[in-house]
């Protein structure tokens, strides 16, 4: 991974890590949106998030990642599957669900070394196709992903603040190693 980085395979000690790591880094895109802080720090809405991870970890059908720094502290996450959405066939698309890295750690490579191996699964799984929702406000995600070549393909969903979650698709290549 780039700058010393590393990615794992997450597992269950990682629970509380997960949800504190995806709690700072939605903390930063939705309140650059104008979500109020209020909101974002609400205690129940932290333990959702929590049970929710425990979830994804007990899902043989996801996976996700750890991003850590050289000290073995987690900077980011990745979590990956089946899509979830009708329209799509789940033999040939794979989503990202989420790409999360820790403001501080922006810029050093942790978030193109998680989509890198996002595409290394894909390709793995046989799917030719990735598709991922990013809210409109997140300018930030958008310019990243465009930079991968992420496209939108008009598909929209209403997300906070009556802002939109946009629908993106990559084409993966089958032989990506």
Same mark, same amino acid.
């Given at each position: 991974?780039?700058?010393? %980085?590393?990615?794992?395979? #997450? *597992?269950?000690?990682? @629970?509380? +890590?997960?949800?504190?790591? =995806? #709690? ?6 939705? *309140? #650059?949106?104008?979500?109020?802080? &209020?909101? @974002? /720090? ?11 991870? /425990?979830?994804?970890? /007990? ?5 996700? !990642? ?24 789940? *033999?040939?698309?794979?989503? @990202?669900?989420?790409? $999360?890295? @820790? ?9 193109? #070394?998680? =989509?890198?191996? %996002? +595409?290394?699964?894909?390709? *793995?799984? $046989? ?16 310019? %990243?992903?465009?930079?991968? $070549? ?15 979650? +946009? &629908? !993106?698709?990559?084409? +993966? ?5």
């Amino acid at each position: 991974m780039d700058q010393g %980085f590393r990615l794992r395979d #997450a *597992a269950v000690k990682d @629970l509380d +890590i997960l949800t504190d790591v =995806h #709690a700072r880094t939605r903390t930063a895109y939705y *309140a #650059a949106g104008g979500v109020p802080e &209020r909101e @974002l /720090a609400d205690p129940a809405a932290r333990s959702k998030r929590h049970d929710a991870w /425990a979830r994804v970890l /007990a899902t043989s059908t996801r996976t996700t !990642l750890c991003a850590e720094d050289p000290g073995g502290t987690v900077v980011g996450l990745l979590t990956a599957g089946p899509p979830h959405h009708d329209d799509l066939d789940a *033999a040939r698309k794979y989503e @990202l669900y989420q790409i $999360g890295v @820790l403001p501080n750690t922006w810029g050093h490579g942790v978030g193109g #070394a998680l =989509h890198r191996e %996002f +595409i290394a699964r894909a390709a *793995a799984t $046989g799917c030719d196709e990735g598709v991922l929702e990013c809210w409109v406000p997140n300018t930030r995600a958008q310019r %990243f992903y465009a930079r991968h $070549g992420w496209r939108p393909d008009g598909a929209r969903r209403l997300g906070p603040m009556n802002n939109d979650y +946009i &629908r !993106l698709r990559l084409a +993966i290549d089958p032989n990506y190693q």
